[in-house]
């Protein structure tokens, strides 16, 4: 009888610790982080939030994650508090407490995803459903509970810090008032003729960079549409003469790099939205993809999504400072005005001034912060635009795609080459200095 009640107390032993390993597989698979972060960008992209807002919610959650994963791992990351203007000292994590900081991460990045733009809930079935396959597969309860505060610790600081970044104020901000007196200046463009895109985002508590001036872009060519000599009115006729031959390559790398969020469709008297992520959003994608790649661990998969999350950040705010600081006018509206009036580009106009290029910036930015993980040498296939029907392509590295997309906005009829070319090169010095400025990794 001894032996028989002996031998049911090893196999429930067993069994308890077979649980635990499951949860633990389960929970601590980097892919599992990856994946909660595409579900994020699902909800930015249904609520159809331009890429700068959707890059607040991801820089901010993905912050919240990694603090996590510094308490986790001191001796291998560093806190940003004091690194990141205005982010305080965060909380330690209670003795004995039996966390499991995997799960404390997930937990933290939904809660501050959620909260910083959405609605509290939008990621509660998608939390809902973590949680139960983890306590199917033995998640204890005084661990999943333990796993939840220490997240909302975290989570509730970042959020709380969030709320100082100027974003709130920007709401109420004076609207952007167009200047029809000056040819040069950016009017709305069809077909749907929308309102300026967040015209005071400058304004917003940058991360990393003093200010949105630090990398001020220089000035665009003069407006010039009469001399055919002239720097203006040569770029001009390379973005029709282009946008008029394009190959079925050019068409594919236009559509590749599109990243509208929200494009109107327009067929006779028939309207209709359709959605795709944000340049942002694309460029979060890709760091699953590389963390997949490059088989990280999930700390460095956080780490990952964390410090591009900060360089998007950082540059949008640049970008749009010169942006509205220009307010140049764009390549459809000065091609229709003055040589084809039933001209259009390849790719729908963003409703936001033409110079300079926003999806260039982040690009280069992001590629910058990419590159200080995974090194220049990682080449991945980016499956990102599967999902809304537009093929992959592969790169040899993070900046040979950045360099890729230089192109692709001026296929896609929508902004001047060197337009592009400023816009990277500003995005890459804001990368950098991120880069340089951040001791993330001991």
Not at 156 to 164: A, D, E, V
Not at 346 to 362: N, R, V
């Amino acid at each position: 009888m001894k032996k028989f009640i002996l031998g049911l107390c090893i196999l429930a032993s067993l069994q308890s610790c077979k649980n635990s390993a499951e949860y633990k597989t389960y929970l601590h698979d980097p892919l599992l982080f990856s994946t909660t972060v595409h579900e994020l960008n699902d909800v930015v992209m249904g609520n159809n939030f331009p890429p700068m807002i959707a890059a607040r919610n991801y820089a901010y959650a993905a912050i919240a994650a990694y603090e996590v994963m510094v308490v986790a791992h001191p001796d291998q990351y560093q806190s940003l508090a004091g690194q990141v203007h205005g982010l305080q000292a965060l909380p330690k994590a209670e003795v004995d407490q039996k966390i499991d900081y995997e799960l404390a991460a997930l937990l933290a990045y939904m809660k501050v995803g959620e909260s910083v733009t959405f609605p509290e809930g939008s990621l509660q079935k998608y939390k809902d459903s973590i949680l139960q396959v983890a306590r199917d597969k033995g998640l204890p309860k005084d661990v999943e509970q333990a796993s939840q505060r220490f997240a909302d610790s975290i989570g509730i600081n970042i959020i709380r810090w969030s709320k100082k970044d100027n974003y709130l104020e920007t709401r109420g901000a004076e609207k952007f008032t167009i200047n029809e007196k000056d040819p040069s200046r950016w009017i709305p463009t069809p077909p749907m003729y929308a309102s300026a895109t967040e015209p005071h985002w400058m304004s917003i508590r940058p991360m990393v960079i003093d200010s949105a001036n630090l990398f001020a872009a220089p000035p665009p060519f003069k407006f010039n549409v009469t001399d055919k000599n002239s720097d203006y009115y040569k770029q001009v006729m390379a973005v029709k003469n282009a946008g008029d031959s394009l190959t079925d390559e050019q068409k594919h790398i236009a559509d590749f790099w599109d990243d509208n969020a929200f494009k109107m469709n327009v067929t006779g008297h028939v309207m209709f939205g359709s959605k795709k992520f944000s340049p942002s959003g694309h460029w979060m994608s890709v760091v699953g993809i590389a963390a997949k790649t490059a088989k990280a661990d999930y700390a460095t998969t956080v780490y990952a999504f964390a410090k591009t999350g900060i360089a998007l950040f950082d540059a949008f705010i640049q970008c749009w400072s010169a942006k509205y600081t220009y307010n140049t006018i764009r390549p459809e509206t000065v091609i229709n005005k003055y040589f084809d009036a039933n001209w259009r580009p390849y790719l729908q106009t963003p409703s936001f001034p033409e110079y300079s290029c926003g999806h260039c910036t982040i690009s280069a930015s992001a590629a910058e912060a990419l590159t200080s993980v995974f090194g220049d040498k990682l080449a991945y296939t980016d499956s990102t635009e599967l999902e809304f029907g537009i093929k992959s392509r592969s790169y040899k590295s993070f900046r040979d795609a950045a360099n890729e997309n230089i192109w692709g906005r001026f296929y896609g009829g929508i902004h001047y080459y060197p337009t592009n070319l400023v816009g990277h090169e500003c995005g890459i010095k804001v990368g950098s200095y991120v880069v340089e400025k951040l001791k993330m990794k001991k």
